[in-house]
């Protein structure tokens, strides 16, 4: 067992953790980056195009939403179909950045809410 300390804004708290030592199985490596095609429409016309996106959004993608790591494509292409706002024109990748930890945090937040 190891002590860890929980810093917040007002205080601190200790905790014990388990510290077996094993590594936790993860879809995509933390620190590399993932190419995930899918389809966007450019003035009318319907691309196909690539964004790299970080395997530490992607793992919590995978976490919040319980999908399978098969089918990140197809998630991210529905999350861009699904947001009104989204502007071909403006920075893609940035926009899904946007879109996946708006994903993560509200599963989060309903997570919490359900008590779970």
């Known amino acids: ?4 300390k929980l810093f917040s804004q007002s205080d601190y ?11 936790i ?7 590399e980056t993932y190419r995930v095609a899918l389809y966007i429409t450019r003035r009318g016309i319907k691309v ?12 919590l993608l995978i976490e919040s939403t319980g999908i399978d790591k098969s089918d990140i494509s197809r ?23 946007y879109l996946i930890v708006k994903i993560i ?3 989060n937040k309903l997570n919490r ?4």
């Open 105 to 107: 945090s509200q599963r």
């Open 75 to 97: 998630a991210v292409q529905e999350m861009v179909d699904d947001y009104s706002p989204f502007d071909a024109m403006l920075p893609i990748t940035r926009q899904i950045n």
């Open 13 to 23: 708290s200790s905790q014990q953790i388990d510290d077996n030592n094993e590594p």
């Open 25 to 31: 199985p993860q879809p995509f490596e933390y620190l």
């Open 113 to 116: 809410s359900q008590g779970a």
């Open 1 to 4: 067992m190891q002590t860890v």
């Open 48 to 59: 196909r195009t690539a964004v790299e996106l970080d395997g530490c959004l992607l793992n």
